[in-house]
């Protein structure tokens, strides 16, 4: 899954169905459910692919999982999603959906919920922190999948660096993450 952003994705957008291309994957880490916890799957935007991934992989192994997605309006709604009523959909404007941020939603309606689960996140930087906000008032364990530009894929360039805490103060998401623990990283505001 991807959004047409810029070359690399418009070159992605014209292929055909038969067309072959070098990929280096996979790279890092990937998420690790926990099926011990109710699961609550958090998307943003393009962060939707691993997180739709990750909710379907729950579905399919039976664990406890509810999945809420986030856009900026109607319109950046995938059609991957359009019309299934198990995702909670969230919108900036409110025209599809719940009237806010996934953040907002979560405090809004699950509070509770959340000291018995895991959060497992992937989206845009503010999201992020705030779903480790969350699990911090909430004394849950939260993961989030960065979103770094993985120049090199194997480690040499450092392109993709995350400042975390201790040492070495960097690790980078294509070799150490892109999945992190949320209390791990150090973040930014």
């Avoid at 509070?111 to 969350?134: D, I, K, N, T, W």
């Avoid at 690790?171 to 973040?187: H, L, M, T, Y």
Wanted: aromatic residues 8%.
């Amino acid at each position: 899954m991807y959004q047409v952003r810029g070359p690399a994705t418009r070159l992605l957008s014209a292929l055909a169905e038969s067309d072959s291309l070098d990929v280096i994957a996979p790279l890092g880490k990937s998420f690790v459910p926990e099926p011990r916890k109710k699961m609550i799957l958090v998307a943003g935007g393009i962060g939707i692919g691993p997180i739709l991934f990750l909710y379907s992989q729950a579905v399919a192994s039976e664990t406890d999982a509810c999945m809420i997605f986030g856009c900026r309006s109607k319109e950046y709604l995938p059609d991957v999603i359009t019309g299934d009523s198990s995702i909670m959909i969230c919108s900036d404007d409110g025209s599809v959906g719940f009237n806010g941020t996934v953040t907002e939603y979560l405090e809004a309606t699950s509070g509770e919920q959340l000291a018995e689960s895991v959060l497992f996140s992937c989206g845009p930087y503010p999201m992020l922190h705030a779903c480790h906000r969350l699990a911090e008032e909430y004394n849950t364990d939260c993961y989030v999948s960065v979103e770094q530009v993985m120049a090199c894929g194997v480690g040499a360039c450092m392109g993709c660096a995350v400042k975390v805490h201790g040492e070495p103060g960097y690790v980078r998401a294509c070799k150490e993450g892109p999945v992190f623990n949320s209390r791990d990283i150090q973040w930014e505001v």
